[in-house]
């Protein structure tokens, strides 16, 4: 039986959870940074180049002083798919190759070189070796297609206000939603899976002060719904052979079902051309803060030994911040094609870690089995008694984002059929040596993007659109990981834990984006 004494709360275990929980789900549509580069059709076929052309409703997400270029009034339905492929080599091996004595592991790799676990000493001093030595871990793979639908209605002309526009527009976040890996793979401790549905309603207002200025604004409310799904260890076992530290029995599952009815953004945005043959234009997305609430499961370990429960209030608070946004572009405006050149900065460095609180017990509220006023009343009930979980903070660390995009236009045939071409390169949001990336969001490091698509117009109502972006992200491979196992910890006498859980982000990412969409926008 364990001493409840002697464990750290598995507060760490939830702020993880929470980083998946709150980006994948909570995630502005915005470029590039943590999410894939950006939406809808016209736009990733010019390499996402858009924030001074925007001259169809798409200008709702871009630039929404874009709103008032609009015939009197406008729909466009953009149905876009995301195919997201990523492979992940976890270092090490999870086979020891030195025993001693009494069968326990005593190493076999060099701890300078050849590992990928966090080592030291467990609470007796006895050595703590890390079992993912030498060989590396079977890869993990996910595939999988995403919807990213937009749709926006805009009319221009209200009243005798000519220049004045106003639009109504439904954005996903520029995400994937629904990443499964196997149960039993050696990336459970970071995410075995999630299902995550979100949506940015707003409304748009834009006017077309005069033939050189435009100016606009969208407000945005939005919505989402998460359940994300992880495996953690409620205690390590370091005198019964490393090996054991992931043993599937010993492993529990947590569950995180958390919901945000109301996350406030906004965009503002302004053109001018100066020139028939320039236009210049920019826009700010303002932050986003996230209050996310929700509940914890608890599957507990198939061994009995570690049989446990949530027990009291399991109520958990999910806060987190997104970045400002700010794009600036230039186009040159041919009779027959066009050039734009946008650069695009986002905030990330803002974000320094993602933040999970926990119901504290107060005079008259029921908490825990055990829990004190002013405690934490979310508990875990192990056979050594009840253990408390702390509010976590886990450090993300990231870094600001710059992107470059180059996009045109051109004539196939005039006033019929108009193709795109489009290209990007955009920074790492991850700290230098990568210490934090995780599956949870693997596809927010360096990248190139290609694309291209055609325009067909039917008539002068209606316009059909095809597109279509490969990104390729540089290959990253982890050595200095600092993403461990959840696991209730051995504290030693300065409170710290000596006996920490594996480190399990340490490896080799590769992940590939596709983007397709068709979209249509109808004139009236």
Known sequence: MTDPSTLRPAGRFFGALAAVAVTLGAADASAGGLEFPDLGTVAIGRGTAFVAKADTPLAFHYNPAGLSKQRRGSILLSANLVQLSVSYTRSGSDRCLILDDMGNCAGGFDPALDYSMTRGVDADGNPFFDPSATAPYEQVSFSGIGPAPVFVANWTGIGKAKGLSLSFGLLPPSSFGTPKYPNDGPQRY?????HILALFPGVGIAYNVNRYFQIGAVFLSGMTFVEVEQAARLSVNPNNGLTRNEDLGGDA??????????????IIGVLSNPADF?????????????????????????????????????????RQHFPWVVRAGVRYIHRFFDIEADF?????????????????CSSGKGGGLSAKEGEPCTQVMTAGGPVPLDDAKIPKNYRDTYSVRLGSDFALWPGHLTGRVGVF?????????????????????EQVGVG?????????????????????QRTV??????????????????????????TVNNGTYEVALNLFGMSFLGRF
């Open 190 to 194: 970071m995410l075995r899976q999630a």
């Open 253 to 266: 599952v947590f569950k995180l079902k958390t919901k945000d009815l109301f996350i406030p953004s906004g």
């Open 278 to 318: 320039l236009e210049i234009g920019a826009s700010v997305r303002l932050p986003a803060k996230i209050r996310a609430r929700g509940k914890v499961e608890l599957t507990a370990p198939v061994s009995e030994e570690q049989d446990a429960e949530i027990a009291g209030d399991d109520t958990v608070e999910l």
């Open 344 to 360: 695009v900065y986002e905030n990330w460095s803002s974000l320094k870690a993602f933040e999970v609180d926990f119901v504290t």
């Open 425 to 445: 390169y955009q920074t790492s949001t991850f700290p230098k040596n990568y210490d934090t990336m995780n599956l949870d969001f693997p596809f927010g490091g």
């Open 452 to 472: 291209g698509g055609l325009t067909w117009r039917v008539n002068q109502y209606f316009d059909l659109t095809a597109g279509y972006q490969h990104v390729f």
């Open 477 to 502: 491979k982890v050595t200095q990981g600092i993403v461990q196992q959840a696991t209730n910890l051995v504290d030693g006498p300065d409170g710290e834990p000596i006996s920490p859980g594996n």
